[in-house]
């Protein structure tokens, strides 16, 4: 009995003999058409055509401008903008070879020299040299530096070429004019190049709370609009009406006082050559800066 269970035990543990795998000889006669049926085609796969798009590099971010001024944080920031610059000219007067983005550099930079003399202020500039920026970045600086204020400076071209004196414009949805509907047809412009928008287009959250800022910086920006012309009326000539209100996006920072600040017209002749004198900007720097002081002297007792 125990040899009987050692010999089934053993055939059980001993594996089956393997089969070859030496593969089945191909088979010598040959198949007809009629055991085939009909002869199949062979399909290649369909050719697709191929588009290569090189993806940019990542646009480098704005450097901020330099702050000058008292180095005390604590101290009001200014930010002024001079307008257009770079490829785009702005406005032009093609008799006395003036060009609108070369006035308010120099407009700007005079005013930075006026607020600066206070030892009170903090100033920035948007651009300090030929350089184009689009609109939402020259808000957008004023934001990133925490600004108090924001001054954007234009020297602007009317239909009429009688048409003289500065106008201060501030943001709201209706244009309180034909002219200002114009002038935010206009610049807002700026930031197209040959068709294409160079803005960004990304949507802002909306929020009842983002409105409401909105609203009180509209608010204060509108009382500066008002002080601009009472302080600096003794220095030079406004246009009526000195307070105008338009869609502009340069303005639409939602929690920083704006002003655009047309300093004259361009196109105007007398209004041209006198912002081309270092006299005539430094009136303009005069009466801007004097505004500025009480805004601000406003602000620190809370009126």
């Given at each position: 009995m125990l040899m009987v269970l050692s010999a089934a035990l053993i055939a059980l543990l001993v594996p089956a003999p393997v089969q070859s795998l030496v593969p089945p000889q191909p088979i010598t006669q040959p198949i007809t058409q009629s055991d085939m049926g009909a002869p199949a085609r062979m399909s290649k796969p369909p050719t697709r055509g191929r588009?290569?798009?090189?993806?940019?590099?990542?646009?480098?971010?704005i450097a901020l401008p330099?702050?000058?001024?008292?180095?005390?944080?604590r101290?009001?920031?200014v930010v002024i903008?001079?307008?257009?610059?770079?490829?785009?000219?702005?406005?032009?007067?093609?008799?006395?070879?003036?060009?609108?983005?070369?006035?308010?550099?120099?407009?700007?930079?005079?005013?930075?020299?006026?607020?600066?003399?206070t030892g009170r202020i903090r100033v920035a500039l948007t651009r300090d040299d030929d350089r184009f920026l689009v609109l939402q970045e020259r808000?957008?600086?004023a934001r990133k530096l925490g600004a108090s204020l924001f001054i954007s400076i234009h020297a602007d071209a009317?239909?009429?070429?009688?048409?003289?004196?500065?106008?201060?414009?501030?943001?709201?949805?209706?244009?309180?004019?034909?002219?200002?509907?114009?002038?935010?047809?206009?610049?807002?412009r700026a930031d197209i190049l040959n068709g294409v928008d160079l803005s960004d287009k990304s949507n802002a959250v909306s929020s009842i709370l983002i409105d409401l800022t909105q609203r009180e910086t509209m608010e204060s920006s509108t009382k500066f609009a008002e002080l601009l012309h009472r302080e600096a009326v003794s220095h030079f000539r406004f246009r009526n009406p000195h307070h105008r209100f338009a869609s502009l996006i340069v303005l639409k920072s939602p929690d920083?006082?704006?002003?655009?600040?047309?300093?004259?017209?361009?196109?105007?002749?007398?209004?041209?050559?006198?912002?081309?004198?270092?006299?005539?900007?430094?009136?303009?720097?005069k009466g801007v800066a004097a505004a500025i002081s009480m805004h601000f002297a406003r602000a620190s007792v809370g009126r």
């Open positions: 588009i290569v798009v090189r993806i940019p590099d990542a646009a480098p971010s330099p702050v000058e001024g008292p180095r005390d944080p101290r009001p920031l903008d001079a307008g257009h610059g770079g490829h785009d000219p702005g406005a032009h007067n093609p008799a006395l070879g003036i060009r609108e983005k070369d006035l308010t550099l120099a407009i700007a930079r005079a005013i930075r020299e006026e607020l600066l003399k808000y957008g600086l009317a239909e009429h070429p009688g048409a003289r004196g500065a106008t201060v414009y501030t943001l709201s949805d209706v244009a309180s004019d034909r002219e200002a509907a114009r002038l935010a047809a206009r610049e807002n920083t006082p704006s002003v655009l600040f047309e300093a004259g017209y361009v196109s105007n002749d007398e209004d041209a050559r006198w912002m081309a004198t270092k006299d005539g900007r430094l009136q303009l720097a």
